[in-house]
Every structure is written in C-alpha cells, then in structure tokens.
C-alpha cells in the first residue's frame, strides 16, 4: 500500500549519500537533522532517491498541513504560475492579495476590524510584529520567554531563548528584551504544581518585574507562543494565556500571539490560542500557512497600523504563487474539515503516545495539543534527568523503518504529521516508533 511506508535500502542509500556528500561540500552549516534525501512526497508520504518509502511526521516542520503537494494547492499555484507571478503587491495593488487578507481576518480570533501585513517567513513576520509595536506604541521594551522560539533573525533571535546556540557568538542582541520563565509546568521553574500555583509564573510580572526592574509603561509588547513549539513542545495552560491578557490589557501593552508553528488547524483549532479563548492583538502567521510556498503575515488590530507610507514594506510579501497557495491551503482546510481531522487525529495519536508511555519508561512526559504531540524522554522519571542521547538513538532507529521523526526541547521528538493523516497511519508510525524505542535501548 502506498500509503504506508517500504524501506528496500537501509537510508541513506548509494544514491542518498552523493547528494548528502555534495550537499556537506556545499552547502552552510545549519541544522540537519537525519541522511534523509527526499526526492517526491504525497500526502503524509515521501520517497527517497534511492526509492525508499517514509511516513512523514515532520511535515516540513510543521509547514504541509494539507499534506505534501495536495492537488488543490498545486492547481491553485500552477494557474496562477501561468497569469502572474510577482507585481510587487507592497508598491500597486491586485485582487489575490486583499482577497486573502480579508479571508485572513476572518478566520483569525478577534472579533474586530483587522489588518494584514504580508511576509516570507516565521521570522520575518516576527520582526514585522515588534516593528509595528515599537511604531505604535512609541515604548521600546519586550517581553519574551524562557524555552521561546521565534526566529533567528536579529530582532526574533533576541526573543527567542529556546537553546544556547542560537545566539552564541551572534552578540550584542536587540536591546529591550526581558524573558521571564515559560509556563513549563513538567519542569516548573519555581518548582510549584499546577493549578495550586496559581499561575504564580504569570502574577510575577505585575507582583515582582513591574514593581522594579521593568517599568510596564516602557514595554511594547509580549510575545507568546501558547505552544511552546521549538523549545519542547509545552502547551501552556489556558489560565496563564488568560492572566497574561489581563496583564497586557491592564498596562497598555500589546501582546503578539506567534501561531508560526502552531497555527492552520495545527492544534485542533484554526489557531492555537483558540484553545484560552482569548484575541492577541497581532498574530505572527507563517508555516502552515502556504502549504509549502514560503508566505508569512501578521494580522493585527486595524488601529495599530502604521499609518505612514514606507514606515514599513518588503518586495516579495504577498508573492502571487504564495497567496495563490494560501487561498487554495485555506479552502482544503475548511472543505475537508481539517481541523476537525487534527483534533480527532491528534487524540487518538495522544492516546497511542500515552500507551507507549506504559511500556517505556524512557518517556518522561507526553503532551501537546491536537497534532502537534511530544514525548519528552528522560533517564529516570522521578529526577527528569533529561535523555537527549536516548532520543537521538530513537531518531535513527525510526527513519530506518521508514519513520521520519524531529526533535524538539532538549529531549524531545514532536510528532506533527499532516493534517489529513489517517488512523492506519498513526498506528503504522506508533509501530515503528516502538519498535525503534526498543533497539535504541539495547
Ligand atoms: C513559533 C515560531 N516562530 C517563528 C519561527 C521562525 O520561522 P521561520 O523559520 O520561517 O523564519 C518558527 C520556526 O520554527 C517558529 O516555530
């Protein structure tokens, strides 16, 4: 069966380990992850050039929502690849781009009026955000997390905090930036228990940082992912959304909500913060978001606009193929009911986890929301002493047998399959990944 994954040659094969030898030669540095050489895919299925078979829980990194090339998608961007493909939508103006921003603004929490601002990337929608919140707010200071993740250019990496090497030796940073500890509540960083806590990680902000250090009328914004996604995975409890609202709402400060990875249906929901029931002010949007054609926005409250023609823009926002891509990603969602797929998926997917969870005690936690799943894996589950080696070796073991696995936090692996995977295939992949839980520990 095709949609079920076949290895003929153990990966990487003859033809894998040219191009991986080419690349190595050739290509920067980055973040490799596995000798994975993808050739074609369809659906939650890619093949290798050496005609391997692989169920695909990586997605892109969460990108392909609808699945790799969904008919519907490559329609959309093959007619409009033949009209049209770049006119600079930031200096004149076309149909596709405010079609998409309207549809944008309706389908994004908030029930008020709303703009849109087009981008490339996760990142740079994050620098759009902090730009509009310094613009708007005329006030100069951040607010960030422990554990988050939002990017690496300059502006997102001085958010961002989820792992060391990140910004080793990219110093000095964009000054302004405070974090304050993530809602992490597997590892409570002021080692309380929730709910008795009382979400003491959100009231430190007015009760303590307020009080000295960081004056509130000096912060711009907050930046939240309520999904900690790169940094491991960590929903954070809707409570402590709703206090940080409060918080924000209270002292005039903007809170941008990054749905980069968590957004499009990821959750179970069409946005990740649907789950606190509260409306951000700006939304960073990327990823899921094209299907695979680098698109990003954010969506922000009409009123913080910036008013003034060239205070910000970019040449590719809005690319035609990009939104062409967006309008068609948005319509399979809502025609095949993918959010509802993620959230029923994403349950069973859960409850698959929490069985292996049983038989292996190596995994410490399971947690997410939807299908955006993790298992973290730790040496003894009464210290959490974190297993990063354990989770390396349960890596490889997966993609030989035709799993393809990434990790997150620090001993993490997240499981993000496409939106329209089927319950056949979770138990497939559940398969492997216990079987390949078992060969790592040997
Ligand atoms: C939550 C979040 N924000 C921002 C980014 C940055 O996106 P990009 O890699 O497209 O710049 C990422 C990427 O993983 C992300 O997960």
């Keep these: 069966m095709e949609d079920l994954p076949k290895i003929t040659v153990v990966p990487p094969g003859p033809k894998a380990k040219k191009i991986v030898a080419l690349d190595t030669r050739y290509l920067a540095t980055s973040t490799k992850a596995a000798p994975i050489v993808a050739e074609?895919?369809?659906?939650?299925?890619?093949?290798?050039?050496?005609?391997?078979?692989?169920?695909?829980?990586?997605?892109?990194?969460?990108?392909?929502?609808t699945g790799h090339c969904h008919p519907?998608?490559?329609?959309?961007?093959?007619?409009q690849a033949a009209r049209m493909f770049h006119f600079a939508g930031t200096d004149f103006y076309n149909a596709p781009q405010a079609e998409l921003a309207q549809t944008l603004c309706e389908v994004t929490p908030g029930k008020f009026e709303k703009k849109v601002f087009y981008t490339n990337?996760?990142?740079e929608s994050v620098e759009a955000a902090i730009k509009l919140s310094r613009w708007t707010s005329?006030?100069?200071?951040f607010i960030g997390f422990t554990g988050a993740f939002h990017g690496r250019t300059m502006g997102a990496l001085s958010i961002t905090a989820s792992k060391a090497v990140h910004r080793d030796r990219f110093f000095p940073m964009m000054p302004g930036v405070t974090h304050i500890p993530f809602a992490y509540c597997y590892r409570c960083p002021y080692k309380m228990q929730y709910p008795s806590c009382d979400v003491w990680c959100a009231r430190i902000l007015e009760e303590v940082y307020f009080q000295g250090a960081l004056p509130p009328t000096e912060v711009a914004a907050m930046f939240i992912e309520s999904v900690q996604g790169e940094g491991g995975y960590i929903p954070a409890p809707p409570k402590w959304i709703q206090a940080m609202r409060e918080i924000t709402k209270r002292n005039g400060i903007i809170l941008v909500d990054d749905e980069v990875q968590a957004g499009f249906g990821r959750t179970g929901k069409w946005f990740a913060i649907e789950h606190s029931g509260i409306e951000p002010d700006v939304i960073c949007l990327a990823k899921g978001m094209g299907s695979g054609v680098p698109i990003g926005a954010i969506v922000f409250r009409k009123e913080l606009d910036f008013g003034v023609?060239?205070?910000?823009?970019n040449?590719?926002?809005?690319?035609?193929?990009?939104?062409?891509?967006?309008?068609a990603t948005i319509?399979?969602?809502?025609?095949?009911?993918?959010?509802?797929?993620?959230?029923?998926?994403?349950r069973y997917?859960?409850?698959?986890?929490?069985?292996?969870?049983?038989?292996?005690?190596?995994?410490g936690d399971v947690r997410g929301l939807g299908l955006m799943q993790m298992t973290e894996f730790v040496k003894d589950r009464r210290t959490k002493e974190r297993d990063p080696k354990f989770r390396d070796a349960v890596e490889v073991e997966a993609y030989r047998r035709g799993l393809l696995l990434l990790g997150c936090g620090r001993s993490g692996i997240r499981y993000i399959p496409p939106l329209i995977v089927t319950k056949r295939q979770i138990d497939a992949a559940m398969d492997i990944l216990d079987a390949s839980m078992r060969a790592a520990k040997k």
């Design 72 to 79: 519907a998608v490559v329609k959309a961007v093959q007619e």
């Design 331 to 346: 319509e399979v969602i809502k025609k095949e009911r993918l959010v509802e797929n993620s959230a029923k998926q994403g």
């Design 315 to 327: 040449t590719y926002g809005g690319n035609l193929l990009a939104v062409a891509s967006t309008k």
């Design 349 to 363: 997917l859960r409850k698959r986890l929490e069985e292996l969870a049983e038989a292996h005690d190596g995994i």
């Design 40 to 65: 074609r895919a369809k659906g939650a299925i890619a093949w290798d050039v050496d005609g391997n078979r692989y169920l695909d829980f990586t997605s892109g990194i969460g990108v392909v929502n």
């Design 309 to 313: 023609q060239g205070a910000h823009s």
């Design 121 to 123: 990337s996760g990142a």
């Design 138 to 141: 005329q006030r100069k200071q």
